[in-house]
């Protein structure tokens, strides 16, 4: 539906008003509505990254979910300020990883005599606990961009299947499993997964020594829903199809699929099709649908599955809640702010500027 005219006025008159004090960041699986309004669009590491570059702006409304805004509070200075327009906006695979649950499991893998050569290795879809976690225990930060690049990292050796050393994979452990098996050759034995639910993770202490994977039980339920019969139905549904997924997707559903890739790559990879090609995309539905306008008539851009499916706290975020936190700012009133503690700050820090400087 087209937005409301009276609120998209406000929200220009508001952004107007702040001028360069106010930098909008915007995640690809926004509302048309939003990314109007962002100053950048991304994926999660793009943000990070550009939020980090822009020292001069006063305040950093976050146009994404609860992790994405703590993560840019992180990277800059202690003088910006940055704001989630909902609070409740969250993302419920990063609320599967608590700090509680990790510390336990790392007392299981101490018990295993195996946490001494253990790397933690956390998708960016954590929250800052867990990356602080992340950072005391010497590990990275990785996104679905660079997931491939942060396992090589950890496992310091041009083969990883000869290295000595073992990856806790957190929180999601379909990225965790699709980057091992498919970019860095090992098997599917060569993964566990950790169940915070059980006790000892559900996991003897000889599987954690024989693994090279230990993969935390966590998944995004927007991806989750993709299966290889959206696949087989697709391609039969449209010959000659291009079946294009975020590594979020289950692995059976990846290895269905042509082409595997982080939000940035599925945009770009659509750039560069040819005319007259055709994708189904697995991910989000709001940016697919956009992606969808922008191609047409040229290529034909369809959705995975045949049921819809936005990720409800992406959408959270919305034109009303947009202008109501810029014209409070404008008011100088600073709401819905992000700010993560001083010492959890000080250690994911470390650990989100690993995944920066990884080659
Ligand atoms: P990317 O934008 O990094 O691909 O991440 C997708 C996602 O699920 C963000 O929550
Ligand atoms: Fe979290 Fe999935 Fe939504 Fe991304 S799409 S914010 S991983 S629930």
């Given at each position: ?10 929200a ?23 990314i ?27 146009c ?15 003088r ?74 950890a496992f310091g ?5 000869q ?42 202490a000889?599987?954690?020594r ?11 339920s ?45 945009i770009?990879?659509?750039e ?10 697995g ?13 047409a ?12 499916c ?27 702010r ?9 250690f ?12």
């Open positions: 539906a087209p937005s409301d005219p009276g609120l998209v006025e406000r220009r008159a508001a952004k107007e008003k702040l001028g360069e004090r106010v930098f909008v960041l915007g995640h690809h699986y926004q509302r048309d509505e939003v109007e309004f962002a100053d950048v669009t991304g994926d999660s590491f793009k943000l990070a990254r550009d939020a980090a570059a822009r020292p001069g702006a006063e305040y950093i409304v976050f994404g979910v609860h992790f994405m805004a703590e993560s840019a509070d992180i990277l800059t200075s202690a910006q300020k940055v704001v989630l327009p909902d609070l409740a906006a969250g993302c419920s695979m990063a609320d599967m990883a608590t700090a509680e649950q990790v510390a336990e499991c790392w007392d299981v893998l101490t018990e295993a005599g195996v946490a001494d050569v253990t790397v933690p290795v956390s998708y960016m879809n954590s929250s800052a606990d867990i990356k602080a976690f992340t950072g005391r225990h010497g590990g990275t930060i990785c996104t679905s961009s660079n997931a491939r690049r942060a396992l090589e990292w050796e041009d083969d990883p299947r290295s000595r050393r073992k990856v806790l994979f957190l929180p999601d452990q379909h990225l965790g499993r699709n980057t091992a098996v498919r970019e860095l050759g090992m098997s599917l034995e060569d993964c566990v997964v950790y169940n915070p639910h059980k006790p000892d993770g559900g996991l003897t000889q599987q954690l024989d693994a090279k994977m230990i993969l935390w039980r966590g998944h995004c927007v991806h989750g829903r993709f299966s290889p019969d959206s696949v087989r139905d697709v391609r039969e549904r449209i010959p000659d199809v291009n079946v294009l997924v975020h590594p979020e997707c289950k692995h059976e559903v990846v290895s269905a699929a042509d082409q595997v890739g982080s939000t940035e790559h599925i770009k990879a659509l560069a099709a040819p005319s007259g090609s055709k994708w189904a995309v991910t989000e539905l709001n940016l697919v649908r956009r992606l969808a306008a922008r191609h008539p040229d290529k034909e851009v369809v959705f995975l599955d045949r049921t819809v936005f990720c409800s706290t992406m959408n959270r975020i919305d034109l009303p809640h947009l202008v109501w936190a810029l014209e409070s700012l404008a008011d100088g009133k600073v709401v819905n992000i700010e993560v503690d001083a010492e959890t700050e000080k994911a820090k470390l650990a989100l500027e690993q995944m920066l400087a990884l080659p």
